[in-house]
């Protein structure tokens, strides 16, 4: 079993950041692979950027790319998501997600947290 919670979320104006953080803990998250995925309202759930627990295997979907960047803390068992230039269009509740295969699709990962609040004004 693998817990994770996330932090992090709030209300922020276009332009603004966000770090996200998941914090796992459990027997089997080192060898898990971490996403974190958005599920907008009336939308699926979304995949937005996954990593692993040694820094690599890093993956944005393309309309985060060069905005978001995600890091693992392995000391602190934290996995993070930075987003800049936040745009209106990145509203949704947030995920982390971890599972031995990972991927970019929801049906990979095993393990899901409760979600935070991402809000971007306009």
């Known amino acids: 079993q693998v817990q994770l919670v996330e932090s992090g979320g709030g209300l922020v104006q276009t332009g603004g950041s966000l770090r996200l953080s998941c914090a796992a803990s459990?027997?089997?998250?080192?060898?898990?692979?971490v996403g974190w995925f958005r599920q907008a309202p009336a939308k699926e759930r979304d995949f937005v950027a996954h990593?692993?627990?040694?820094?690599?295997?890093?993956y944005y979907t393309d309309s985060v790319r060069g905005r978001f960047t995600i890091s693992a803390d392995n000391a602190k068992n934290t996995v993070y998501l930075q987003m800049n230039s936040l745009k209106p269009e990145d509203t949704a509740v947030y995920y982390c997600?971890?599972?031995?295969?990972?991927?970019?699709?929801?049906?990979?990962?095993?393990?899901w947290g409760q979600g935070t609040q991402v809000t971007v004004s306009s």
């Open positions: 997600a971890a599972g031995p295969y990972g991927g970019l699709v929801a049906h990979g990962y095993d393990f």
């Open positions: 459990g027997r089997t998250f080192r060898s898990s692979t």
């Open positions: 990593i692993n627990w040694s820094g690599h295997n890093i």
